[in-house]
């Protein structure tokens, strides 16, 4: 990937990253900004499939109200 690329994936994932609820926001953005870059390739395209998932499953998930599914579950344990 270029360094545009880059850029632009990360501006991508950034706004994604913001949500509905500010509680997401805080977790999705700190997770962004301190640790994604040191997941592998995989587990970056797993983070960007999580984004995709609605805020109200998301929390659940997070809070540990609700398992999620075995693709995101090592990706929600090392958020929070």
Wanted: glycine share 8%; hydrophobic share 40%; with cysteine.
């Amino acid at each position: 990937m270029s360094g545009a690329d880059v850029r632009d994936l990360e501006r991508r994932l950034r706004w994604q990253c913001r949500r509905g609820l500010l509680e997401l926001d805080l977790l999705l953005t700190r997770f962004l900004d301190e640790r994604y870059a040191e997941l592998g390739s995989a587990e970056q395209g797993v983070f960007g499939e999580l984004l995709q998932q609605p805020d109200a499953v998301l929390l659940r998930w997070f809070q540990g109200q609700e398992t999620p599914p075995s693709v995101f579950e090592k990706i929600v344990r090392t958020i929070v």
